[in-house]
């Protein structure tokens, strides 16, 4: 990968969280707390989630520039964590959620231009799957973007219920 490349991950990051910011422009404190469904997320859920994965998914990303050919799946104990950490950090408020995430993206965008393009086209294993670290990156950004959709829609199922 080139620069040019490198700038496109930092673009797709900021993009996807600029779908976050859209999709929650508005949004009530008492909106951000409720389920839309009893088995779905909160939009505050999903704001910890995706400050939770963002740093994650870096942090694998990272792992395969330094080590050879690294499984990146998440460990049983990791997913543990994740779900500690959408379950603790949802009770914040909704201002330190975006604070979260907000911090979360700058400090992802900061690590990609921090990474020597080559580097990114180096192989990692999530599950059978091989992945590059630019893989990861733009995998990330896709799940980011999806989380934006999932909040808009969210949001749309708590505006039908009132």
Known sequence: ??????????????????????????ITEAEARQQPAPDAWSVAQLL?????????????AVLITEENDPQ??????????????????????????????DIACDEAVETIGEIDPTDLERPGHRETNPITAGGVIENLA?????????????????????
């Open 72 to 101: 990146i799946s998440r460990s049983d104990v990791e997913s543990d964590l994740r779900l500690a950490a959408v379950t603790d950090t949802a009770e914040e408020s909704l201002e330190d959620l975006l604070q979260s995430v």
């Open 142 to 162: 896709n799940h980011v973007s999806a989380h934006a959709v999932q909040i808009t829609e969210a949001r749309q199922q708590i505006t039908w219920k009132s």
């Open 48 to 60: 910890a989630h995706i400050a939770e994965i963002i740093g994650f998914w870096m942090e694998k």
């Open 1 to 26: 990968m080139t620069s040019d490349e490198i700038q496109s991950l930092q673009a797709g990051l900021g993009t996807a969280k600029e779908q976050v910011d859209s999709a929650i422009a508005g």
